[in-house]
């Protein structure tokens, strides 16, 4: 399954973006989705997930509280709405399908793979 992240781009800080991740050939209600990102110079981290069974989320705690995952089965697309926005945000950001349930996520793609992620830089 090949996904694919979209919608990053440059914003100031306290500013809002909202990621999205789609496939052509994957639903929503069947796999559970995660979102990574990877700043310059440091690992991969896990952000936050959504289940597949009921929607359950995940987040780590870098972001809880300003960030928001969803998902649109009927679209199969899941999103990750990034509220007040800050300079340690800036990163490449990439979706998966990963093990997920609200204490936490997996750290690697059950695919073996990485999609193409999309840059979100949070500058003034």
């Known amino acids: 399954v090949q996904l694919q992240a979209s919608g990053g781009g440059l914003v100031q800080p306290g500013g809002s973006l909202r990621l999205s991740c789609a496939a052509s050939?994957?639903?929503?209600?069947?796999?559970?989705i995660g979102w990574f990102r990877q700043a310059p110079g440091k690992e991969r981290e896990g952000v936050s997930c959504?289940?597949?069974?009921?929607?359950?989320?995940y987040y780590s705690d870098s972001v809880k509280g300003r960030f928001t995952v969803s998902r649109d089965i009927a679209k199969n697309t899941v999103y990750l709405q990034m509220n007040s926005l800050k300079s340690e945000d800036t990163a490449v950001y990439y979706c998966?399908?990963?093990?997920?349930?609200?204490?936490?996520?997996?750290?690697?793609?059950?695919?073996?793979?990485w999609g193409q992620g999309t840059l979100v830089t949070v500058s003034s």
């Open positions: 959504i289940t597949s069974n009921d929607g359950s989320t």
């Open positions: 998966a399908e990963v093990p997920c349930d609200p204490q936490g996520m997996g750290a690697m793609p059950r695919s073996g793979s």
């Open positions: 050939t994957f639903r929503s209600d069947i796999y559970a």
